[in-house]
Nanobody, 115 residues
């Protein structure tokens, strides 16, 4: 049974940093691309970053240079380091994996950037 559990969200001031983590279980983590999405109130869910099984990464333009994804195959986790946060980064952040044509999502973790 695939499980994705996000953690690390919170309230941070503009310019601050947060580190999100997604703990994965129930599948061969190292073999799958992993993604972070986010969804702000009233907006569609958007892709933030994807990391392939081979550690190739692809970031949304809006977060390039500020966010860094890293995967740790030893602990079956993928982290998202978020620096220089802006109010427009406020959203619920979700971990995602697609396996055997099925979509799996975590419950999400809320990030609020506000002074």
């Amino acid at each position: 049974q695939v499980q994705l559990v996000e953690s690390g969200g919170g309230l941070v001031q503009p310019g601050g940093s947060l580190r999100l983590s997604c703990a994965a279980a129930g599948f061969s983590f190292s073999s799958y691309p992993m993604r972070w999405y986010r969804q702000a109130p009233g907006k569609e869910r958007e892709l933030v970053v994807i990391t392939s099984a081979g550690d190739t990464t692809n970031y949304a333009d809006s977060v390039k240079g500020r966010f860094t994804i890293s995967r740790d195959n030893a602990r079956n986790a993928v982290d998202l380091q978020m620096n220089s946060l802006k109010p427009e980064d406020t959203a619920r952040y979700y971990c995602y994996v697609r396996r055997f044509s099925q979509d799996f999502w975590g419950q999400g973790t809320q990030v609020t950037v506000s002074s």
